[in-house]
């Protein structure tokens, strides 16, 4: 049953003069009721919320009455609104049938202590009582839940959360949705599998997902942002933060002293070869280690087997000692060096020369020189006959 407030008003035209014979005048006094109503006076609702009353006003056709409101507390906003604005004055439809409607929207500050709260609406010199109680978790809430609270990777990748949005108020909601985040960041927020929209409906239990993507600018430092989202509806305001952090651009590179991509190794023992391992990302280099792909028995081995720090822009050198294996012959072999570093690699490839042992160099010439010797016997012995 609606609530009812109803005021006598004497109307400017009630008066009818009408003549009656002989000339004499007689007045008819008219009276119209002027009342404000509402389905319901009542409302439970969160603290921090907005209560909607909707209103109906009747009366005189084409009366205009003032709008105001008695007794609201302290720190509460009241405000009426009708065909999308704030008004302060309403006027009755000239037809009867058609019913003058309006909403008084309360806002209850979010520290309003628990509790009923009472204030009255006035259309003209009509009154209607209403109240508020404020009550926790009455209204239920739109809450985002991230599948992950925070994601880490270089400065050129693409951060993507999928937010869960569950309504567990009473009524439909709709939702604008937006990306929030540092200054030169693109952050977007859309529905999952909806690419370009920009919101979403939800019934009362409903949930629905979105994907929150975000990308740092190519020049972000490396370290630790907040980036999120807002859904935005009528009494609705949620929010979401998450964290992202820039571990900076990954990325390393290796080559020899003079960029020459051939050495020369001796067959008899360890050659070394100085490997020049360059840090040209935008992120610190932790743990640099070296590997080699060489042909089979021969041996590779490094020193320092390990870089334990590289800042950007630093390099150091690493010397490769290679052993080619006892077999080897004279000729051309490839050797692959790897540097890694996390997600950072690079390889190069070196033609490598067998040049054959020294010793077996003076085993040659040892060789020559008993070959001429014995000629020269000869030569003499068979030079006297």
């Known amino acids: 049953m609606s609530m009812t407030t109803r005021v006598r008003r004497g109307w400017a035209a009630a008066a009818a003069l009408a003549i009656l014979p002989g000339g004499a005048l007689a007045a008819s006094a008219q009276t119209i009721d002027s009342g404000l109503t509402t389905p319901y006076p009542g409302v439970v609702i969160d603290a921090g919320k907005t209560a909607a009353f909707e209103l109906v006003v009747d009366g005189v056709p084409g009366q205009t009455l003032e709008l105001s ?4 507390p302290e720190g509460w906003t009241a405000r009426f609104t009708g065909g999308g604005t704030v008004i302060d004055a309403v006027t009755v439809a000239n037809d009867p049938a058609v019913p003058t409607a309006l909403t008084l929207e309360v806002e209850i500050p979010p520290d309003a202590a628990e509790g009923t709260y009472e204030f009255n609406a006035r259309a003209g010199a009509a009154t209607l009582p209403l109240s508020v109680t404020v009550q926790p978790g009455v209204s239920g809430d739109v809450t ?15 951060f993507t959360f999928s937010v869960t949005v569950d309504n ?77 952090e820039l571990v900076g651009d990954l990325s390393l590179q290796i080559t020899t002293p003079d960029q020459r991509l051939n050495a020369a190794v001796t067959a ?26 060489a042909p089979t028995d021969w041996e590779v081995t490094f020193s320092p087997e390990t870089v334990a720090q590289m800042a950007p822009g630093d390099s150091t050198t690493v010397t490769a000692s290679v052993t080619p294996s006892e077999s080897a012959i004279a000729g051309d072999y490839q050797l692959t060096f790897t540097a890694t570093a996390d997600t950072a690699t690079d390889t190069m490839d070196i033609r490598t020369t067998v040049n054959p042992s020294a010793v077996w160099g003076i085993v040659g010439v040892g060789l020559i020189a008993l070959t001429l010797a014995g000629l020269a016997l000869v030569f003499r012995r068979f030079g006297r006959r």
């Open 69 to 72: 409101t008695a007794s609201v």
């Open 144 to 158: 985002l839940t991230p599948d992950f609270p925070g994601l880490r990777g270089p400065t050129d990748a693409a």
């Open 268 to 293: 008899d023992g360890p050659t070394e070869v100085p490997i020049v391992v360059f840090n040209d990302g935008s992120a610190p280099l932790a743990g640099v280690t070296l590997s080699a792909s």
């Open 168 to 244: 567990s108020t009473n009524a439909d909601v709709q939702l604008e949705l937006e990306g929030t985040g540092p200054d030169g960041w693109s952050v977007t927020a859309e529905p999952s599998g909806q690419a370009q929209a920009s919101a979403i409906t939800l019934e009362p239990g409903d949930s629905s997902t979105v994907t929150l993507s975000a990308e740092a600018p190519l020049d972000a430092e490396a370290g630790l942002y907040e980036v999120g989202m807002t859904a935005t509806g009528e009494n609705v305001d949620a929010a979401l933060t998450v964290q992202v």
